[in-house]
């Protein structure tokens, strides 16, 4: 269907006007507009449509504005950090948008839609000062922000400098640290400021712990006594590596997790059974929350904390990692009236972002979200989050049940992990409710098995199922240090490359440098295996089929497995081999 002339932007209308674009490529390039976003002129150039320097010279002459080459003129990082907050990171990337340089009291910027006056207004008024424009390639302003960002001058969100305590200073601080540490309890609620350390060396050195993982971004840390010291190592991006130069002497077990017993509200003198607090803390960059465990093992008690930082909470479901396909259905699946989604994959995989993602774009002002949570870890603004508790027979079935009598249209399940609860989310979506939910399973297939072997009819299966998304988290390779590596044209074969693929394929690899503490990989990206389920794949789960049965079919269809999920990633060059072979399995 044709869209009216009405309907198009002003740079569509000037293309067709220009013999650069027919009526048809532009009616195409909007619906893809309309899913993923972006300029229309980047969706032709992607599409082989229109030549990038012929856009780029076209742009250049009906907006009277140059034509910058981000590839030859240096991003000022520097300047990026100077900026007001507001203009964040993600609304340059959502506007396809980079500052070059100050010229006097103006901004001289690079971007890829000149005609985009409202989005250029909007930053102009974010960043206080005037727009010098300049147009250039998406894929080079994309490029430009992501190297930027990588060399730390554009994160507010980080502290200002890493703060780790050299060998030396570590050691007067052991030395003078006590086996006995304050017990003052903190006020309750309010975050505790990392700058109030007074003169105790154990509250620096602990202080000094969380700050640096805030730094590293690490998304957990574990404090593990052994039999002769104190190990402390964070996982950062899904790896786990040493948080200090060397383990901490066994003297300062005690006092070490008697300060985080303090921080996290938790019982000091219990040291037999396991607890689990929390700490909000308050430093330059903002207020972060660090979820505790505290389990006994055999030479103590090991402390495991999670990092939840909303500030990095990523809820763009465009910048994921889905492909243009899975992206559709996925939106079309979270857009349906009633029916189940199910997000499934191992603990760390992403599973929460992806969910609150979908719930995010889903929460509008008509709708009544409500989810039930084991813990709840992020507070989304317009959505009725409940926090299951087992003590007070608050389960997750309890909640699906009273959710019901709370007049939802989406519902959230934190996790299925009993007859009970699937039977209730089933009959749920049956009704006349979209709900979204996780399985633990290895892949998208298995998740209907997984279903039908808690004890749910395969028809009420079939029925109630809309779509199953099994994903992993892959690290990226750290722009800063990327560099073209050899692979055997045999690996690339067996690992499910094709011959025709090998002709224009180019591996990276990071070589390893300070921004990324040498290891090659500086930030993540989902894979994703997405299986819908039409008429075909409903019959297969009826005559019951084996989770084998169901993937061949779903295949068939054209579902991406994860393996070639990232295959994908390695040839658009965000990943690496190693890094898709420790993720996935072969096909």
């Known amino acids: 269907m044709s869209t009216t002339a009405e309907a198009i932007p002003e740079v569509g209308q000037l293309l067709i006007k220009n013999n650069l674009a027919n009526q048809q490529q532009i009616d195409q390039a909007i619906q893809i507009q309309k899913t993923k976003g972006g300029f229309i002129g980047t969706i032709l150039v992607q599409k082989n449509q229109i030549r990038q320097d012929v856009l780029l010279d076209f742009l250049s002459k009906q907006y009277n504005c ?28 959502k506007y396809e948008i980079v500052p070059i340089a100050k010229v006097g009291a103006n901004l001289k910027v690079a971007v890829a839609d000149p005609s ?286 009273s959710f019901l009598r709370q007049d939802p249209d989406i519902i959230m399940v934190g996790e299925i992990r009993d007859f009970d609860t699937a039977e209730i989310a089933v009959k749920a979506a049956l009704t006349g409710h979209l709900v979204l939910s996780t399985l633990h399973t290895n892949d998208a297939p298995s998740t209907i098995t997984r279903l039908i072997n808690m004890g749910i009819e395969p028809f009420l299966v079939s029925s109630a199922v809309v779509l199953v998304l099994a994903q992993r988290l892959a690290r990226k390779i750290c722009p800063n240090c990327k560099a073209e590596e050899e692979v055997s044209e045999k690996l690339l074969i067996k690992i499910g490359f094709t011959p025709e693929d090998l002709k224009t394929l180019k591996c990276y690899k990071g070589k390893g440098c300070e921004l990324c503490s040498g290891s090659g990989y500086k930030g993540r990206v989902a894979l994703y295996e997405i299986l819908t389920l039409n008429d075909e794949l409903k019959d297969v789960i009826l005559d019951g089929g084996t989770a084998e049965d169901i993937k061949k079919d779903a295949i068939k269809h054209g579902m991406l497995s994860l393996r070639q999920s990232g295959l994908t990633k390695v040839r658009e060059g965000i990943t690496t081999i190693d890094e898709v072979l420790r993720c996935t399995f072969g096909d």
Do not use: C, W
């Open 116 to 401: 985009n006056k409202q989005a250029i207004g909007e930053l102009e008024a974010l960043a206080k000062m005037k727009f010098v424009i300049n147009v250039s390639a998406s894929d080079k302003i994309a490029k430009a922000i992501e190297t930027a960002s990588a060399k730390g001058k554009v994160d507010d969100k980080k502290p200002p400098q890493k703060t780790a305590l050299g060998k030396e200073e570590l050691s007067k601080l052991i030395t003078r640290a006590k086996q006995n540490v304050p017990t003052k309890d903190e006020k309750k609620d309010e975050p505790i400021s990392l700058k109030s350390t007074g003169d105790s060396p154990i509250v620096t050195i602990v202080n000094n712990i969380l700050l640096n993982a805030v730094y590293e971004r690490a998304s957990d840390i574990h404090i593990e006594p052994t039999e002769t010291n104190l190990q402390v190592r964070y996982r950062v991006d899904g790896v786990l590596r040493p948080g200090l130069e060397e383990p901490l002497p066994d003297s300062l077990k005690g006092p070490l997790i008697s300060r985080l017993k303090i921080m996290s509200r938790l019982d000091i003198s219990e040291r037999r059974l396991p607890q689990d607090g929390r700490i909000k803390l308050k430093y330059e960059g903002g207020d972060i929350d660090f979820r505790v465990s505290t389990l006994p093992v055999l030479f103590g008690e090991k402390v495991v904390m999670r990092l939840l930082d909303k500030s990095n909470l990523q809820l763009d479901l465009k910048v994921l990692g889905f492909d243009d396909r899975q992206l559709v259905d996925f939106l079309e699946a979270i857009e349906k009236p009633y029916g189940m989604i199910l997000v499934t994959g191992p603990t760390g995989s992403g599973k929460t972002t992806t969910l609150y993602s979908g719930l995010s774009h889903l929460n509008k002002p008509g709708v009544n979200i409500m989810t039930a949570e084991d813990p709840v870890e992020y507070n989304l603004a317009g959505i009725n989050q409940v926090h299951i508790n087992h003590e007070v027979g608050l389960t997750f079935a309890a909640a699906l049940r």
């Open 66 to 93: 140059p034509i910058v080459d981000l590839a030859k003129e240096t991003v000022d990082a520097n300047l990026l950090s100077t900026l007001p907050p507001a203009l964040s990171i993600d609304k340059l990337k």
